[in-house]
């Protein structure tokens, strides 16, 4: 499971690079703090019930911070 966090980092990273050479900089700083975060943890070797339920709560963060983000924050033209 530790190695899965790892291929988690490397596609965030590839994600962040590919954003910076887009020009979107603030989305990109995103996904370079989430590859690291997740490369760290890939490397520390938790047992795999406790990389599931970290796993769940970033996912509900991030579902609650985009749906607060797209309700909130964006402008819906009408």
Known sequence: MARMYRVLGFWCLIIALMAFAGHMY??????????????????????????????????????????YWSVFEMSIPF
Request: aromatic content about 30%; proline content about 0%.
């Open 26 to 67: 603030e989305f990109s700083l995103l996904f370079f703090a989430q590859a690291v975060a997740f490369a760290f943890l890939g490397y520390l070797n938790f047992s795999e019930k406790t990389y599931i339920t970290m796993f769940w709560g970033y996912m509900v963060i991030s579902f609650v911070g985009f749906t």
